[in-house]
Each structure stands twice: as structure tokens, then as C-alpha cells.
């Protein structure tokens, strides 16, 4: 490759068989994602996933996301270029082609500290939020499976939801759209349905109405990682975080999870099971009235690159 770098790249939606890349290159800046999770979002939106893409050796050098999660709204993530290639302009025409996508809809973004300024001051997404995500990691041997000692509330069943239950999925779609207050039945019904990992649903009454749901999966950064958990209150979450860590093997190298202040028991509970808050990621939005999300019933982020919460 030559100093004029970004001349030679192409920017463009990438094909299934390359979304590994994303990976690696994710990967490779040392971040969290779960090991499917890139795979199945594109799934739902390959439009919304770019690559920065070498015209000569077709060797994929860059991604960036621009997801759609409704009429007129998009998020953005997974923004990245090789390591060894940062600094050439790639980024910048990846970043303008997802621009181009989103257009003149409102877009979301998580920015971490060092770039808050960049994304709020320079890149138009003014509208910082009022509240923060929080990274939360440990490892196995400081988890505190015992603190999440369940209240005995024989009215919440947990059960295992296994690929392919298209009933329960849909359940699922309906308190999911209970939390986010618009319809995600695609993405759910499409990122849940995973032989990866582990998705619980908690049932509560006579009616065995979902009280929450959870999923966890393995880390590209080893380990496991907890996300999405939504839940009616904590004493929910806790029952199916006790649960999907205590029975997935990977669990015992590391646990992560993304928690938000804007419910305080979310980051209690990452702190009952014994992970350590790191860093907090605030997030920008292009404009205010971004739909309001039923913050007590979020324990744990879907994903920080493809959802609002």
C-alpha cells in the first residue's frame, strides 16, 4: 500500500463473507462484542454495515455501522480501522459515507471520553445525554454469585429459550418493545435466535407473563458477555443474571456487562455480582426527541455498536 492510502480504498456495504473481518479489526482494538453478535446485526441491516475495503488486494481495512432502528433514527458504531493503518483517512470516508446513509434523520452514538469532543463539538451530535453507559468487566474468581441470592418468589419461572422457538421470540418481541417503545421484531427476533450463549426468559403469574429476558455470550475478547438484560426491577434481573452466568461455561474466565445510570440498579447489580466499573461512555445524539426508553427495565445494554439501549 502506498502513502495515499485512502485513494485506494472503497467504501462500501460489506458482504456476509467479510463481516468476519469487522471482527478481527474489532477485536484487534481490544473491545468487547459477543462472538455471533456482528454477524447476526447484519443480518438484520447490511446496508448499515460499511467497510473500508483495499481496491487492489480486496482486503477489508475498516468498518463503521450505521444502523437503522426506526423511521428516521439510526445508531452508529463499530467504528475502526486497522491498527497499523489509523491516521490515513480512512476513517474519515467511512465516516462520511455513514453520514450519507443517515442523512437528515437523528442518529445516536456512544463516545468514548478521549473523543466526546470531537463527536459533540465537531461531528454535529450535540445532544449529549443526561446519563452514561458504564463498562463493567472482572474476573471469574471476584464474581459474587452469592449476593444474588434470588428472593423466593415462587411466581417468577426462568425457563431457557432455545434457537428456533419463533413463540417465545415473540414474547420476547413485545416486552422488548415495551422497554424501547418501538418495534424491534426484526433485530430481536433475529439476534436472540442464537446458538451462541444463553437467552432466558423470566415468566411471572397465573398467565406466565414475561417479566424479562437476558442473554449471555461468549466474548471475542474471551470470557462472557452479559447483554441484552431487561427486566420489570432488580429482583428479576437478578434471578436471570444469577442464572445465565452461573450456567455458561465461558463465565469462568471473565463476565462484562454495560450498564446505564439512568437505572441505578443496573450498575448496583453488576456491582452485587462482584464487576468493577471501568469507564464511562456518555452518549451524543444529531437532535433531541430520541424515543424514551423505559429506563427501569434496562440491566444490561444489547450491544453498545448496533442498539440505543
Known amino acids: 500500500m502506498t502513502t495515499s492510502l485512502a485513494d485506494q480504498i472503497v467504501v462500501r456495504p460489506l458482504r456476509t463473507d467479510e463481516v468476519r473481518y469487522a471482527v478481527e479489526i474489532w477485536k484487534e482494538q481490544n473491545l468487547e462484542e459477543g462472538m455471533h453478535t456482528l454477524q ?6 447490511p446496508e448499515g454495515f460499511i467497510g473500508a475495503v483495499d481496491k487492489d488486494t480486496g482486503e477489508v481495512v475498516g468498518s463503521c455501522a450505521a444502523i437503522r432502528q426506526k423511521e428516521g433514527l439510526y445508531f452508529v458504531g463499530l467504528y475502526a480501522v486497522r491498527t497499523e493503518l489509523q491516521g490515513r483517512g480512512i476513517g474519515m ?9 443517515v442523512g437528515d434523520s437523528n442518529a445516536g452514538l456512544n463516545a468514548i471520553p478521549k473523543h466526546l469532543s470531537t463527536y459533540r463539538d465537531r461531528a454535529g451530535f450535540s445532544h449529549v445525554a443526561p446519563w452514561n453507559t458504564w463498562v463493567y468487566a472482572s474476573p471469574w474468581k471476584d464474581i459474587t454469585l452469592n449476593k444474588l441470592v434470588p428472593v423466593k418468589d415462587y411466581s417468577i419461572i426462568l425457563r431457557r429459550v432455545y434457537p428456533g422457538d419463533d413463540e417465545t421470540l415473540g414474547l420476547l418481541v413485545d416486552y422488548d418493545e415495551k422497554v424501547h417503545n418501538f418495534c424491534r421484531e426484526r433485530v430481536i427476533r433475529t439476534t436472540m435466535d442464537d446458538e451462541d450463549g444463553i437467552l432466558m426468559v423470566a415468566l411471572k403469574g ?3 407473563a414475561v417479566a424479562g429476558f437476558g442473554k449471555i455470550s461468549t466474548n471475542i475478547q474471551g470470557g462472557a458477555l452479559v447483554g441484552p438484560l431487561y427486566a420489570d ?13 452461573s450456567d455458561f461455561a465461558p463465565s469462568t474466565v471473565t463476565v462484562t456487562a454495560f ?3 439512568g437505572n441505578p440498579d443496573s450498575c448496583r447489580l453488576c456491582e452485587e455480582l462482584g464487576l468493577q466499573r471501568l469507564m464511562a461512555v456518555p452518549r451524543c445524539y444529531r437532535e433531541a426527541g430520541v424515543p424514551q426508553a423505559d429506563f427501569g ?3 444490561a445494554h444489547h450491544t453498545l455498536n448496533f442498539s440505543l439501549f
Open 93 to 101: 470516508k467511512m465516516w462520511d459515507y455513514a453520514m450519507k446513509r
Open 233 to 245: 426491577d432488580i429482583v428479576v434481573a437478578r434471578r436471570i443474571l444469577r442464572s445465565l452466568v
Open 259 to 261: 450498564a446505564m445510570d
Open 40 to 45: 447476526l446485526w447484519h443480518m438484520t441491516d
Open 206 to 208: 397465573a398467565d406466565n
Open 297 to 299: 427495565k434496562v440491566f
